[in-house]
C-alpha cells in the first residue's frame, strides 16, 4: 500500500472495504447520467459511408473535366457561400456529416464512462488519508501525483487531464496543504457529464452552427426521460407535450432575443439543465411534493401548466382570451397589466382586427414562466415591457400611479384597509433608489435586488399583500423550526 503523505498518517483504506461510487447517495444514478458512449454509429457503418462518398467525388471531378466550363467571376461569392452552407444531401453535405460524427465519436471516447470514474473513486479511497480533526478523506499534492500514475495505469490515459498542477489548486487547502477528495471526484464527475452532455447536444445540431432549435432541444430531452429516474413512469401520450414544455424553459431563458434557437454553450452552463439533471434522484430518497412541483421539468408541473392552460381555455380553441387570462390565479392580476402583456407578447391573429388577437400555448409558457422567475433578468425583463405603459425604457411616477390604481381596487374590493397610493409610490422609489430619481429603468430594478417584489405590487394584489404582510410570513416560517 502506498503511503506518500509525508506527515506521517498511515494509510488504513487498504483494510477498509472501498464501495464503488455508484453505490454512493450523491452518485446513485452515476451510469445513466453518465452513459456509455456509444450510440453513435458502428464503425462498419462510418467505413461504408466513408467509401460511398469518395466514390461520388470522384464521379463528380470526372463529371466536371468532361464539361470543363470556366466560372464567371462574379460567381464566386456564390461558390463561397455554398461551400459554406452546402445543400441537403449534396456530397459537401455528407462530408461535413461525415467529419462531424468522426469529431464527436473522438470526443466521446476520451470521455470516462460509469466503470472508469468508480475505478477512479476506489483509487482515490484506497490513497488518501483520514483527517483526525473531521474525518475528512483527504490527499496531499504527492498523493495527488501517485494517484495520477495509478489511475492512468488501470483506466488508461485519458484519467491524465483531471490530475494536472492547476486542477489541484482549484481546491480549498487546509493548513497541510491537502485537498478533500470528494470535491475534486465530483468535479471530474461534473466535466464528464457536461461534455457528455455537449456531445449529445451537437450531435442534435442539424446545421452545426452551435445552436439547438426547437425541436432540436426537443429531440434532446426526449433521449434523456428512459435515463431520469423521476420521468420513466410517464404516459407515452404526454412525451411530446412534455418535451414542448420542458424545451420552452431552455429557450425563455438561454433565448432571450427569440430568435428560435439557443446557444449550446448557454444552455450548458444555465441553471436549467441542472434543474433538469435534478430528476435523477430516484422517487424513493424522499422528494417531496412541493420539491416536484417546484421544478419546472418534473411530471407534476408539467402537468399542472396543462391543466392550468385547459382550465382557463373555457371555448376549448387552445388559445386564451384576455377575459380566459384574468382568472388566472384566482383573477388577483390587473386588467392593466393583462391588457399590457396582450400589447407586449401576444401576436396579433391574421385578421388583424381586435378580437383576433388571443394567447397561445407558447405564449402562455412565457407568461408563467415570468410570473414564477420574476426575480430573474429574463422574467423581470419581459414584466418590465409590460410595465414600461408609454414604451420608453423608464417608469415614472405617473406610471406607478396608473398601475398601482387598479391593484388599490382590488385591495379595497377584498375588505382590506385604506392606503394611500402616494405612500406605496413613495416606498417603492426608496425600495429600488434609482439612479435617476425622476424615473425608474429595468437596470435600477435589476441592481435593487427587489425588482421582483416591486413587479409583484404593481401588477398582483396578493403580491402586494404578501409585501403588506412580510414580517407576519417570515415569523410563520421562523415558528416550525424554533419548536
Known amino acids: 500500500m502506498y503511503s506518500g503523505s509525508s506527515d506521517g498518517e498511515g494509510h488504513e483504506a487498504a483494510q477498509r472495504k472501498i464501495p464503488p461510487a455508484s453505490s454512493m447517495p450523491w452518485a446513485r444514478n452515476l451510469r445513466r447520467f453518465i452513459g456509455t458512449g456509444v450510440g453513435l454509429g458502428s464503425e462498419a457503418l462510418m467505413e461504408l459511408e466513408t467509401k460511398r462518398i469518395l466514390l461520388d467525388i470522384f464521379k463528380e471531378k470526372q463529371q466536371k473535366s468532361a464539361e470543363a466550363c470556366t466560372i464567371p467571376s462574379f460567381y464566386k461569392k456564390a461558390c463561397i457561400i455554398s461551400l459554406l452552407k452546402p445543400e441537403e444531401g449534396s456530397i459537401s453535405n455528407r462530408v461535413q456529416r461525415l467529419a462531424k460524427y468522426r469529431f464527436l465519436k473522438k470526443q466521446s471516447d476520451l470521455l470516462l464512462n460509469a466503470d472508469d470514474l468508480d475505478a477512479m473513486w476506489t483509487c482515490l479511497r484506497e490513497n488518501c488519508v483520514i483527517d483526525d480533526a473531521t474525518g475528512a478523506e483527504k490527499m496531499n499534492y504527492e498523493d495527488f501525483c501517485h494517484i495520477a500514475s495509478v489511475c492512468t495505469e488501470q483506466i488508461g490515459p485519458k484519467c491524465r487531464r483531471f490530475f494536472s498542477p492547476s486542477n489541484f489548486m482549484k481546491f480549498e487547502k487546509d493548513e497541510q496543504g491537502r485537498i478533500a477528495i470528494l470535491p475534486f471526484y465530483l468535479y471530474v464527475m461534473r466535466t464528464v457529464s457536461l461534455t457528455q452532455a455537449r456531445i449529445d447536444m451537437s450531435e442534435l445540431d442539424g446545421d452545426s452552427d452551435g445552436f439547438l432549435q426547437q425541436h432540436e432541444m426537443e429531440s434532446y430531452i426526449q433521449g434523456l426521460i428512459p435515463n431520469l429516474a423521476q420521468l420513466r413512469d410517464m404516459p407515452t401520450g404526454f412525451i411530446q407535450m412534455y418535451c414542448r414544455i420542458a424545451a420552452h424553459k431552455f429557450f425563455f431563458f438561454c433565448d432571450p432575443h427569440r430568435r428560435g434557437k439557443a446557444c449550446i454553450k448557454k444552455v450548458l452552463l444555465s441553471n436549467c439543465l441542472q434543474e433538469l439533471m435534478e430528476l435523477h434522484q430516484e422517487s424513493e430518497e424522499e422528494v417531496t411534493d412541493t420539491e416536484q412541483a417546484e421544478n419546472w421539468f418534473s411530471l407534476t408541473s408539467a402537468q399542472r401548466i396543462c391543466d392550468m392552460f385547459i382550465a382557463l381555455d373555457k371555448d376549448s380553441n387552445q388559445t386564451l382570451s384576455k377575459q380566459e387570462l384574468r382568472e388566472y ?155
Open 329 to 483: 390565479a384566482d383573477g388577483t392580476l390587473t386588467d392593466i397589466f393583462i391588457e399590457r402583456v396582450f400589447d407586449e407578447h401576444v401576436r396579433r391573429g391574421k385578421g388583424g382586427v381586435g378580437n383576433s388577437r388571443e394567447m397561445d400555448f407558447e405564449s402562455f409558457l412565457d407568461f408563467v414562466l415570468a410570473l414564477e422567475n420574476k426575480d430573474t433578468p429574463e422574467g423581470l425583463t419581459y414584466l418590465f415591457r409590460c410595465l414600461d405603459l408609454q414604451g420608453r425604457g423608464y417608469l415614472t411616477t405617473a406610471d406607478i400611479h396608473s398601475l398601482f390604481r387598479d391593484v388599490h381596487q382590488k385591495w379595497i374590493e377584498g375588505g382590506n384597509y385604506e392606503l394611500c397610493i402616494e405612500d406605496v409610490r413613495d416606498e417603492i422609489w426608496d425600495m429600488v433608489k434609482p439612479a435617476d430619481p425622476l424615473r425608474i429603468t429595468l437596470a435600477d430594478l435589476l441592481s435593487c435586488k427587489q425588482g421582483g417584489t416591486v413587479a409583484s405590487m404593481l401588477i398582483d394584489v396578493r403580491g402586494f399583500w404578501a409585501h403588506d404582510n412580510r414580517e407576519n410570513l417570515l415569523q410563520e416560517e421562523e415558528e416550525p423550526e424554533e419548536e
